[in-house]
């Protein structure tokens, strides 16, 4: 049901994270209000500054609050001096992951005219769909084998979770086609020929495509299809993959579309969704106002398209829909960051998107 006001859990995090999320917030209020939406906001304190002063990376009761917001945006997390004891890398947003169940993360890439490229290719609009919750990620705090001779990691898949991640992957080629005019296409990508984990999963592929007889799939082996992702990337429509692959095929797949500043994300279960540019803090350009705004932003559209299908709400889906034309408008004519070849700042540029927002282009 439509509802008059939306939460919102604000996770600005570290480094850019907290300038980015400034700026997404700023086109994210403007958007909704443009449509008649309500966003509340609430912030929370977490990662790895919030550890240095507190002792803890994210506390319970802010963990517990996300569950209760429509949707969580967050900027980004960890910094490279601060660390756990064993020297691992503060990282909340894992937490956040594994408490929520998040077992999707969806990185739509899509290729803004005046956004440079190295590849050769002119209508890229992909969502890469990445399995979050198992496959290597899933044996890695099992106990490592005692000895300084080998070691291993075990590559799990089940039923239960590849069955819910091929129902989002169908599920939003329909969408994808019915909103965008997109083929309605799904490509897996694996290892069938050599991990047994793999052609189980390619199994569950066959079963769910047998499900949705409307869309049109593919299977490929994941090495010809990192190298098509390159050479051919306006063949696909959506991409879905497990765990690890999916890892570095959405960082070939951002950096088709011009990098990580303008690639965003949203990590979701059936019941939550956190939302995020794809990029990192960023210490090297960190407090120096320089940080591209654009992946945040897009990221802020993400979660007014997923508020707008779990409440069936026109009007989200509709400030979705504007912020990516003012952001694609802008990135066409410009100010653009130094990451795109430009010379703005991330002020310039989010007053800009909000001015192509407020004029309707
Ligand atoms: P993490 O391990 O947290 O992903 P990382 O150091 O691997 O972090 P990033 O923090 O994403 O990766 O930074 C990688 C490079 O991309 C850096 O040189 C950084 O300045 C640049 N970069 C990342 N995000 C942006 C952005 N929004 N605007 C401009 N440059 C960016």
């Known amino acids: 049901m439509a509802r008059n006001r939306y939460e919102v859990a604000l996770l600005p995090g570290d480094g850019i994270g907290l300038e980015v999320t400034d700026a997404a917030v700023a086109v994210l209020t403007d958007a909704a209000e443009q449509h008649g939406v309500t966003l509340s906001y609430a912030t929370y304190d977490a990662g790895a500054a919030y550890y240095r002063v507190s002792g803890e990376a994210i506390s319970a009761a802010s963990m517990s609050a996300l569950g209760e917001a429509d949707a969580v945006l967050l900027g980004a997390m960890g910094l490279p001096d601060v660390r756990y004891p064993d020297g691992t890398e503060i990282a909340p947003q894992i937490d956040v992951r594994e408490h929520y169940g998040l077992f999707a993360s969806l990185r739509p890439c899509r290729l803004f005219p005046g956004v440079p490229t190295r590849v050769r290719a002119e209508a ?48 939003q080629a329909k969408r994808r086609r019915r909103l965008h005019g997109t083929p309605g296409h799904v490509t897996l990508l694996d ?26 799939t593919a299977r490929l082996y994941i090495d010809a299809g990192a190298m098509m992702l390159v050479t051919n990337p306006e063949r696909f429509d959506v991409v879905v993959t497990e765990n690890i692959f999916g890892d570095i095929t ?5 950096g088709v579309v011009g990098g990580l500043g303008v690639a965003p994300s949203g990590d979701v279960s059936e019941t939550h969704g956190v939302f995020q540019p794809s990029h990192g803090t960023a210490p090297d350009i960190a407090g120096r106002g320089v ?17 707008a299908e779990r409440h069936g709400d026109p009007r989200c889906a509709g400030a979705a829909a504007s912020i990516r034309t003012a952001t694609g408008a802008v990135l066409a004519r410009g100010p653009r960051t130094r990451d795109l070849g430009g010379d703005a700042g991330t002020l310039e540029v989010t007053r800009a998107i909000r001015t192509a927002l407020a004029a309707g282009a």
């Open 191 to 216: 290892k069938a020929n050599v991990l047994r984990s793999n052609a189980f999963l390619r199994k569950l592929f066959d079963e769910a495509a047998a499900r949705h007889p409307d869309v049109a």
């Open 291 to 307: 940080a591209n705004p654009v992946a945040a932003i897009l990221s802020a559209a993400m979660l007014l398209d997923w508020i």
């Open 124 to 171: 890229v609009d992909m969502l890469i769909i990445r399995e979050l919750t198992e496959g290597l990620f899933a044996g890695r705090h099992d106990p490592a084998e005692p000895s300084d001779e080998r070691a291993s990691d075990r590559l799990t898949i089940t039923r239960a979770t590849s069955e819910k991640l091929f129902e989002v992957a169908f599920a």
């Open 250 to 254: 959405s960082e070939i797949a951002a």
